[in-house]
């Protein structure tokens, strides 16, 4: 069975183009984990976690051109796409790491923002995550991450599964993609319900949580440190 990592890196070329087949209503995922950003909230540095070929990296440039920008993954292969895309943009450093093991310094961010990554951790690694994404954020940083959740019992999430299919198929994936995305999903991923991410995040210390957007089992979340 193939390693999260080694995943990823024999994806990366195809991925920017699978994943536009695999999620739905991923341009509107996107669009909404920005939306929300306060108004007066001007993020100086900024942490991408998990941040593949740079969908949301390149959204984060578009939103806050002057911020400096540490784009993370544990793919060697997927961080040299990404750096291929931004080749002219000074301002992205690039950080292979596992979110599991970043040793963040404590207020070295004030926005951390994460898209269809976080789930590939189980949830006891969640835990210590939130608790790591909340000490790495200055007074009044934002975390906001789209992810994978599941349903609150086993019949929402096999639906869940269901609908994601079908939608999937609308979008372009075929069979084959389909079972390549359901034997990495077997092998490596961890859905959890939405509310046990805002309990979570709500235990971590964030003193707003909210779930601000859902679609099927995609979720964008949102949580501030006071
Ligand atoms: C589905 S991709 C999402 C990429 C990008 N954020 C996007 O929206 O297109 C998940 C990414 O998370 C990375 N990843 C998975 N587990 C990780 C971990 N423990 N630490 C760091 N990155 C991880 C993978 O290498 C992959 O690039």
Redesign the pocket.
């Known amino acids: 069975m193939k390693s ?2 080694s995943f ?1 890196d024999q994806l990366s070329g195809q991925y920017t183009d699978l ?1 536009s087949k695999c999620v739905p209503r991923y341009n509107e995922l996107l669009y909404n984990m920005f939306h929300y950003i306060p108004e007066d909230f001007k993020p100086k540095r900024i942490l991408d976690l ?4 740079g ?2 990296t390149e959204q984060i440039l578009k939103h806050f051109p002057e911020a400096e920008i540490d784009a ?4 060697e292969e ?1 961080l040299k796409e990404s750096q291929k895309r931004f080749m002219s943009q000074p301002n992205i450093r690039y950080i292979q ?4 093991e970043m040793h963040l310094a404590p207020g070295s961010y004030d926005l951390i923002l ?4 976080i789930h ?2 189980e949830d006891a690694e969640k835990t210590i995550l939130y608790r790591d994404i909340f000490s790495a954020l200055t007074v009044n940083g934002v975390f906001i991450f789209a992810d994978q959740t599941r349903g609150i019992n086993e019949e929402i999430y096999h639906k869940h599964i269901s609908r994601w299919k079908e939608e999937a198929f609308k979008l372009g994936s075929t069979q084959e993609n389909w079972d390549m995305w359901m034997e990495h999903q077997n092998a490596h991923d961890f859905h959890t319900p939405v509310n046990w991410h805002l309990k979570q995040l709500e235990s971590s210390g964030f003193a707003e949580v909210d779930i601000i957007w859902k679609n099927i089992m995609w979720a964008v979340i949102w949580a501030r440190k006071r």
């Not at 994460?114 to 990554?117: D, K, N, Q, R």
């Open positions: 999260v990592q990823y994943i998990g941040c593949g070929t969908n949301l993370l993954d544990l793919s997927i790491a596992d979110f599991r994460s898209s269809i990554a590939h951790i």
